[in-house]
């Protein structure tokens, strides 16, 4: 814990400095309480900051919309915050958790304007890509409306080597309406978690990415709403960004199906993989493909065509997470069930990890367009039902499934409400 002063006999406070230290440490989280506390005195004014400053959200963000409003402010938060760190450029050596969010980038068309001052906001964002944040953990660069080919090649630059720059990052997402894998090639060292969003597709005469062995290495990937083509050059290694052999964690949120290159990239990372989570849309058309992986299954032999994923060769694999609609519950099982008859015999004997333990499956069934009492309704009715066909899934006692239920339901006013997943039961033997 950082002292508040470089002399104790500074201290005047009839509380004893390491106290309130623990005090404002756990007991004091909202940003305004510790504005209001920096306020009091200088000491503590800087004891503060420390903390004030170690998340930075940048750009339109809606829960500070209010506060913008209140104070009546000119300057955008980018803007302010470059502002300080101009003024107290120790700013930055608290900084762990850095999101732009929103933030206004100032396309190509502006090169040919002739203006000669770039916007307040690009330069500030500017400056801020700059700097070094040491303590740096976490970045997020989100924005659906930005297409990255249409920004300023320099600003590209800037961010590029700002993710170069910070080779200790642990969390790092990338939610761009559109925007090419060199992206993710800037990226270094070891990286906890990674998370894609957008329509991420190599540019045409692009130049080629880092070689393979200076990619960063990954350990938790998180992918949604992207081509079906990076997930497939993920799994072949075409022009590879991002160095997937170490990945323990892979997650799909929101994908249209359990597609050919989504279950090519599961193969590619089997060996190290330990949880896989399937997004809630992923069993969107389950209905209408389920034929088809059917005849896929009954031609595997002959053209290698396979539908459905080998538990039994994924050797670590001990939490699997599956989101469905209610609706699609009974194709979800015997999808799994397919999954379970291939490896029934083997999942035990090549489980390390788990030491012959069962899998452990969580299978979450999710509502959005229902409000809470009739989703929760619906969700049992499901359950229930679905555990009265136990006896056609007899390979499914090879795991062990557990039920949960969650409730996403959007209000009048627009807000999107997220209930907690709550357990519904464990979908064992009759």
């Known amino acids: 814990m950082p002292a508040l002063f470089s002399s104790p006999a500074s201290w005047t406070s009839h509380i004893p400095q390491d106290v309130l230290c623990n005090l404002i440490d756990n007991h004091i989280t909202s940003r305004a309480e510790l504005r209001s506390l920096s306020l009091t005195c200088t000491t503590l004014g800087l004891y503060c900051r ?21 104070k009546n402010l000119k300057k955008t938060r980018t803007e302010r915050f470059a502002s300080l760190l101009k003024q107290s450029p120790e700013i930055a050596n608290s900084v762990q958790y850095l999101l732009l969010v929103g933030t206004s ?14 916007p307040a906001e690009c330069k500030a964002l500017m400056f801020i890509l700059e700097r070094h944040f040491p303590a740096l953990k976490s970045v997020g660069f989100m924005n659906k409306q930005v297409v990255w080919p249409s920004i300023l090649p320099n600003l590209q630059q800037l961010f590029l080597r700002f993710l170069k720059g910070h080779p200790c990052l642990e969390t790092v997402g990338f939610s761009l309406g559109a925007f090419p894998p060199s992206i993710l090639g800037g990226l270094r060292g070891r990286i906890g978690e990674v998370h894609i969003c957008g329509d991420i597709r190599p540019e045409s005469g692009s130049q080629e990415l880092a070689s393979y062995h ?56 089997r060996q190290t993989l330990t949880h896989l989570s399937l997004g809630p849309y992923s069993w969107e058309n389950a209905c ?9 299954i009954m031609a595997y032999h002959r053209f290698g065509i ?67 009492p009739i989703a929760n309704m619906v969700h049992h009715n499901a359950w229930t039902e679905a555990l009265q066909h136990r006896e056609e899934y007899p390979t499914l006692a090879a795991v062990q499934i557990q039920g949960n239920s969650h409730i996403l339901y959007q209000t009048e006013g627009g807000d999107v409400q997220s209930f907690p997943i709550e357990p519904l039961g464990e979908y064992g033997p009759i």
């Open 50 to 70: 420390r903390l004030i400053f170690q998340e930075v959200r940048l750009g339109n963000i809606k829960w500070d919309i209010e506060e913008e409003k209140s």
């Open 214 to 269: 200076e990619c960063a290495r990954v350990d938790q990937l998180v992918i949604c709403h992207v081509p079906e083509s990076f997930v497939a050059s993920l799994a072949e290694r075409q022009g590879q960004s991002i160095d997937i052999t170490t990945i323990t964690s892979l997650t799909f949120t929101t994908m249209a199906s359990y597609s050919p290159s989504t279950h090519a990239l599961v193969e590619r990372c």
């Open 105 to 118: 980038y100032p396309e190509r068309t502006l090169l040919r304007t002739l203006l000669p001052v770039l």
């Open 288 to 296: 209408k493909f389920f034929l088809e992986i059917l005849k896929a």
């Open 306 to 372: 396979q539908g459905f994923l080998e538990l039994g060769d994924i050797p670590n694999l001990t939490s699997l997470s599956l989101f469905t609609a209610p609706s699609q519950i009974q194709h979800v099982l015997k999808w799994l069930a397919l999954g379970a008859t291939s490896s029934s015999n083997t999942h035990a004997a090549t489980s390390t990890s788990t030491q012959g333990a069962k899998l452990a499956v969580k299978l979450v069934l999710r509502s959005t367009d229902l409000p809470p």
